[in-house]
């Protein structure tokens, strides 16, 4: 269904809120007060599946952002009120969910949620909406998400690696390549975030020749429930829930496009197995710089409690997979996983949630790229 914006404003107060006992929950933080909601940098999300829906949660937990417009494909509002307080894997919302007509209502903020298969019918900027987390996985060529733009939005942050040109920016490693210019801007795949921090810790201090990476991933909804058919990937169309399915990645080559040093020296190859949530990537790495596995863990937790905070982690516990469900960091070394064969030869071994890290950075890269505009313009 298409209504014009001043349509969809003309419906609040139009339609019965969801009941409190249907669509409620604890309030996650208090209100922010007027001069903070000013200040706030206006955000939308087009596409409201796996990413999108963490994206919105994480952008309504934070004071420097808020969400004005949801464009959800065919979600209804009350579908969208639902998928949105209950995740299997990272609980349920802490903020109240309710719905009045189209508006999405979030700890009393109200948001407008369309269905505009054309992105330009949103009308983002009217919203408010002036940086745009796009999410659906079809938007991702200047070209076509120009479409965006064209809507009103200042600037497009792609939730997946960019099928074009488009700048490609990892938070915690090459944030400074992004000067206002662009448009267009790539947060990469999850599992370049999850790669990309470690691989510049080591790289910085230990000169990588060359290397190889293997991410262990869990399952996403782009895999088969039940044996199905791929003609692209005849593996990829068995079942993901019963099967360890190797496949290709791109994210160490895309590594190379945020630390350019590296290109012709990194690739890699992926394991899908069936968990639903956290992955692990396995880099084993040839140095030019002859060093100790001790020396290694220790430039890396010094790292990440300094420059790297919040995007590098440490860990130095015997964890598993399901304890990083939900951990905000894009790559977390595990100093007990690794091993070294020799002073220059080493293997490395990261924890990432494929998930929530991965959108945590995609609100980071979204605050990033209107910080800098805002100094552009300034």
């Known amino acids: 269904m298409k209504l014009s914006i001043a349509a969809l404003v003309a419906t609040v107060g139009s339609a019965a809120a969801f009941s409190s006992s249907s669509f409620s929950g604890s309030a996650l933080k208090a209100s922010s ?22 994206v919105t949660r994480i952008i309504m937990a934070d004071e420097e952002c808020k969400m ?26 802490k903020e109240t969910v309710e719905i009045d007509g189209d508006f999405l209502v979030l700890n009393g903020q109200k948001i407008m949620t369309s269905r505009c298969r054309d992105p330009k019918e949103v009308g983002w900027g009217a919203l408010g909406a002036d940086y745009v987390c796009e999410s659906t996985g079809v938007f991702l060529t200047k070209e076509k998400a120009q479409a965006i733009l064209d809507g009103g939005a200042k600037k497009v942050i792609y939730s997946a690696p960019a099928k074009d040109d488009s700048l490609t920016v990892v938070m915690g490693v090459n944030q400074g390549d992004y000067d206002g210019s662009e448009n267009f801007i790539s947060c990469a795949s999850c599992t370049t975030n999850g790669l990309a921090p470690m691989v510049k810790a080591i790289h910085d201090e230990f000169d990588i020749q060359e290397a190889l990476m293997t991410t262990v991933h869990a399952m996403t909804a782009t895999q088969a429930v039940v044996d199905s058919s791929s003609r692209k990937d005849w593996r990829g169309g068995r079942a993901a829930s019963g099967n360890i399915i190797p496949s290709s990645t791109g994210a160490a080559k895309a590594v190379t496009k945020v630390i350019p040093d590296l290109k012709g020296k990194l690739t890699g190859m992926a394991f899908r197995v069936p968990t639903i949530d956290v992955s692990v990537v396995d880099l084993t790495a040839k140095l030019g710089k002859e060093t100790t596995y001790e ?21 130095d516990e015997p964890l598993v997979s399901t304890d990083f469900e ?18 220059s030869f080493v293997k490395l071994v990261a924890w990432y949630d494929n998930e929530w890290g991965y959108s945590c950075r995609v609100v980071d ?14």
């Open 33 to 54: 007060n007027g001069a903070n909601m000013q200040m706030a940098t206006g955000m939308g999300v087009n596409g409201f599946g796996r990413i999108g829906r963490l």
């Open 295 to 315: 020396e290694i863990c220790a430039v890396i937790k010094a790292k990440s409690e300094g420059e790297m905070k919040g995007v590098l982690g440490y860990c």
């Open 326 to 343: 939900s951990d905000p960091r894009s790559s977390i070394f595990d100093a007990q996983a690794g091993i070294m064969l020799n002073p």
């Open 68 to 93: 004005n417009a949801i464009n959800a494909g065919s979600a209804t509002p009350d579908y969208m009120a639902y998928q949105y307080k209950y995740d299997t894997i990272h609980g349920t919302a």
């Open 365 to 378: 890269l979204m605050k990033h790229v209107a910080a800098v505009d805002a100094k552009v313009s300034a």
